[in-house]
């Protein structure tokens, strides 16, 4: 019973701290979305190649040009900008080798579109099952 004042101090903490994590879905694995400062991360048990080249076909269909990409071998960081100008950032990063993180940030800071990173990972879902 004394573990739960210590957990109210954690919990204050990081909303103090602005570093506030919101699980949306049934659990931390697979199919439930992490919101953390503005991106909405998700993993996917699928390969880094894979995933990669389902969220830049993604891009490609939705006419949205990737305007700056980086990678460190581990993740690779995309920039683009939705047709009505709403900045996106994507990360595609290795967890291991049948596991892949997608973050998405959609709009700039205060200003987040969380229903839009949804749907960007809605679409990704939804390529991956038909591969």
Known sequence: ??????????????????????????GAGAGAYAYIDGALKRSYQIN?????????GILRDLKQPIKEEKTDGVKTTIETERADGTPMTIGVSIIDSNWTEVSVRTGVVGLW????SKQFHEFIEERLKSE
Do not use: F, R, S
């Open 1 to 26: 019973m004394k573990k739960l004042p210590c957990i109210y101090l954690i919990l204050a903490c990081w909303i103090i701290t602005g570093c506030v994590a919101v699980i949306v879905g049934a």
């Open 48 to 56: 880094y190649d894979k995933t990669y080249h389902v969220v830049t």
């Open 113 to 116: 579109k969380k229903e839009i």
